[in-house]
Structures are given as structure tokens and as C-alpha cells.
């Protein structure tokens, strides 16, 4: 990264490390060393329900239920002459092919194969199979080193049962990273979400992010990836901390109003380098969630959700239709942006940069702390796998990290208070508590 006078750029060269997801490129193989959410359970309700097609740091796959409940995910195209599975019959056992009839398990070990019978269970013939596992509605998946499997990461969101959770996806049409960074952004929220903050703009918090447009940021090291602060001053004696999180790699955390709250977190899945699915992951911790709060993310009015199009995974408001902006009402201020809905407006200013952006082109300054120093650690990720290094969070452990927002003395030391927070405990010296998720 280059620096000069406060401004901050990317290379050439490392733009396009940072851009590549498939197993050719070095970025890509550090991605393989994490399990990945391939599809949601839902799409493969029962045994030998119709496969579902997938597409994964840039492979074409094809997820399937089996006679026996057990998922499997392959590559799309039958390793004989490459016909799609997708179109394959799945029934007794396994997903045939139905050109030649050549049958594989969710191993991809071929259990039938009509035209050459003496192949069967044969390796010269067996289709590409990725690990997977189920859990909390994911079907989840490992395109790495089967020598090397890591554990899924120990996410809040994993840890409690299924009536205290609550999981959907949409499509994002740009690069994951390009996508993810809107969630670790916290100087946007004043413009971007400004008619939501001017619902309240009397609350002395949100008074100052509305005041406060160039926070300061601090970006804390962590096992899992980073914690990162956005200091904004408040008042002459304290500061206002918005803390989230970066959960390697493709995970965010936005800060919340309390630890007690239902928590929210994203998936970013990078589909290929310019498509992204979005997973949004919401739990708490202690209850099971509301018949209200259910109603609204399944309408895609509240929490980390869009509203979808019916039977489909594409929002509602999307690049296509232009958000469905409204200029009247943009140009009134009655929806400062113009775009109903937090995740629309996010989705909006981050799809329309193009499907993959050139960083190097961007002229980024100190509010962009949090994108800088994420991007730093995706770079380091890939130099460590390319030497044969561990990468940032491979164990998976210190996932369960919620969001902080709070009011301390400046000269307390506020990695400590946060800690103590995220742990459940209370800060002794907080002078006040909230914020808006992001």
C-alpha cells in the first residue's frame, strides 16, 4: 500500500491479489483453508429432493440429498463427457448422470456406471466431492486440504438452539470483499442511513454520528481476525466507541445498542469474483426469537434482511430496477437516499461501483481505517498460505464476538472495556450505552 499525506491507495498488484477467489490464485487458496456456507438447507428439503445447483470461489457445483438424508456436493459436470448434474436423477443412493447413466455418491465415489461396469468404484472415475456438514439451516463446506480439516467456526449463531435463530441469503451482484466492506464502515452511517438516524435526531448518540462524520479508528489484532474501533469525541472528557468486528474471512459484525440484544452477523460468500451471496445470521443467545421478529426478517423489514422477490433469493430492490430509487422523495428528504431499507442502500452503494472494482483507483483516507486494515490481513492471509503458514482463524475459535457500542472516559483503556463487555461483564466506567447497527 502506498501512502502520502494522509491518503492511502492500493497497488495494481495487490488489487488483484485481493480480487482472486479460485484455486489458481493465491487469495483463493487461502480462502480453501475455511469452511464455507455452500446453500441453505432449506433448498434440499428431503431425501432425493431435485439437486440444487451451487457455485463456490469460482466452481461450478451441484449440492444433493441422498436416499439417506446425507448431503453431497460435487463438481456440476459428469467427469465422463461433462454433461451437468444438475440435471441428474437423484434416487437410490446417489445423483445419475443422465446421458450415460453414471451414478455417483455423496463421496463421489461412481456406484453405477452402465457403459463400462468393470469402473465401478474406481478412482479413475470417481467425481470431485467436497466435505460438508449441516448446521444451523447452512449446509457448509470445505473446498480445501481434506488432510487439513479445520473445525466450523465456534459462531454465537451456531451455539443455540433453532428457535433462537434465524438464517436467510440474498444475491449481491459485485466482489465479496467490495460487498463485506459497507459492514466495517462506520463513517457512512451519517449519510447513507441519515433518515434513520433523523428519526431520532435528539438522542445525544445519534446526535453525534450526525455531527461526528470523520471518526477515528483503532484496529485491534485478534485470534479470529480484528476488532475495530470507531472513536468519535463526545463531549470534551469521553469518547463515543462503535466497535465490530472482522471474523476471518468473510464475516462482520456490527456494533449493537446492547451485549443483551439479538445479535446479527454477515456472511460474505464469495460465488466467484464478482458475484457474492449474503448470508444474514441472527440469534440470541438467552430466548427464542419473537413471532414478530420472525415476520419481519422473513419480510425482509428488519434486521440484516432485504425484501426478496417470492420463491427467490434476489431482492426486491436490486442493481436491475436501480434500487428503485425514489427522486422525489430524495430530492424532499423524506428517504434521505432515495432507497427504502438499510440493507438496500448498503447493497446499492456497493453493487453499483461496477462487479469488481479497481482498488487501486480508489483514494482512501482515515475513516477507511477498518477497510485498510482488513485488507491488510486478507493480504497477509495469502502470504501465509502461500508459504505453508497457518491463516488468521483457522481454528475457528473466538467467533462468538458481538458488537459494542459505548461512552467512556478518553483515558480509559477501551480494548479492556470492550473485552469485559463482549464477555458479558459490565464496564465500571461506561458513561453511556447504545448505537445503530450499520
Not at 152 to 172: F, H, I, N, T, W
Not at 285 to 298: G, H, S, V
Not at 317 to 343: E, F, H, K, M, P
Not at 415 to 431: D, K, L, P, Q, Y
Request: hydrophobic share 35%.
Amino acid at each position: 500500500m502506498e501512502a502520502s499525506n494522509g491518503v492511502f491507495r492500493f497497488t495494481a498488484a495487490e488489487h488483484r491479489i485481493l480480487a482472486g477467489v479460485s484455486n489458481s490464485t493465491s487469495m483463493g487458496n487461502a480462502l480453501r483453508n475455511y469452511w464455507f456456507p455452500a446453500c441453505l438447507s432449506e433448498e434440499l428439503p428431503e431425501p432425493d429432493s431435485p439437486p440444487v445447483r451451487t457455485k463456490l470461489l469460482g466452481e461450478p457445483l451441484v449440492a444433493f440429498r441422498d436416499s439417506g438424508g446425507a448431503v453431497g456436493l460435487l463438481n456440476e459436470f459428469c467427469p465422463h463427457r461433462g454433461s451437468s448434474l444438475f440435471f441428474g436423477r437423484n434416487a437410490d443412493g446417489g445423483l445419475q448422470c443422465l446421458y450415460h447413466g453414471w451414478k455417483f455418491n455423496v463421496g463421489g465415489d461412481c456406484i453405477e456406471n452402465p457403459t463400462s461396469p468393470g469402473l465401478v468404484g474406481r478412482p479413475e472415475v470417481a467425481q470431485t466431492a467436497y466435505p460438508t456438514c449441516e448446521a444451523g439451516g447452512i449446509v457448509w463446506a470445505y473446498l480445501g486440504d481434506a488432510a487439513r480439516l479445520p473445525p466450523l467456526p465456534d459462531l454465537g449463531y451456531l451455539k443455540v438452539d433453532e428457535a433462537r435463530r434465524y438464517v436467510s441469503k440474498r444475491l449481491q451482484p459485485c466482489h465479496w470483499l467490495q460487498a463485506l466492506e459497507a459492514d466495517i464502515d462506520s463513517s457512512h452511517v451519517p449519510y447513507l442511513h441519515r433518515e434513520e438516524l433523523l428519526e431520532e435526531p435528539d438522542h445525544p448518540l445519534v446526535r453525534n454520528i450526525l455531527e461526528e462524520t470523520a471518526p477515528y479508528f483503532e484496529v485491534v489484532d485478534t485470534d479470529y481476525g480484528l476488532m475495530i474501533g470507531a472513536r468519535r469525541d463526545f463531549g470534551e472528557d469521553a469518547y463515543y466507541w462503535r466497535v465490530n468486528h472482522w471474523l476471518a474471512p468473510c464475516y462482520t459484525v456490527v456494533p449493537a445498542e446492547s451485549t443483551t440484544e439479538v445479535r446479527k452477523i454477515h456472511a460474505w460468500i464469495p460465488i466467484d469474483e464478482t458475484t457474492t451471496w449474503v448470508y444474514g445470521l441472527t440469534w440470541h443467545p438467552d430466548r427464542d426469537l419473537t413471532e414478530e421478529e420472525l415476520e419481519q426478517y422473513t419480510a425482509g423489514t428488519g434486521g440484516i434482511y432485504a425484501e426478496k422477490l417470492p420463491g427467490t433469493y434476489l431482492a426486491v430492490r436490486n442493481l436491475a430496477n436501480d434500487y428503485l430509487v425514489d427522486r422525489a422523495a430524495q430530492s424532499a428528504g423524506t428517504i434521505w437516499s432515495g432507497i427504502t431499507g438499510n440493507q438496500e442502500q448498503d447493497d446499492m452503494a456497493t453493487a453499483s461501483m461496477g462487479p469488481a472494482y479497481d482498488r487501486s483507483k480508489e483514494t482512501l483516507v482515515g475513516t477507511d481505517g477498518g477497510v485498510i486494515a482488513t485488507r491488510q490481513a486478507l493480504l497477509s492471509s495469502s502470504a501465509d498460505a502461500a508459504s505453508g503458514r497457518p491463516v488468521v482463524g483457522v481454528e475457528g475459535s473466538g467467533y462468538d464476538a458481538p458488537g459494542v457500542s459505548v461512552v467512556l472516559p478518553r483515558d480509559a483503556d477501551w480494548v479492556a472495556e470492550i473485552r469485559t463487555m463482549m464477555a458479558g461483564g459490565t464496564s465500571h466506567v461506561a458513561m453511556a450505552t447504545g448505537g445503530l447497527d450499520s
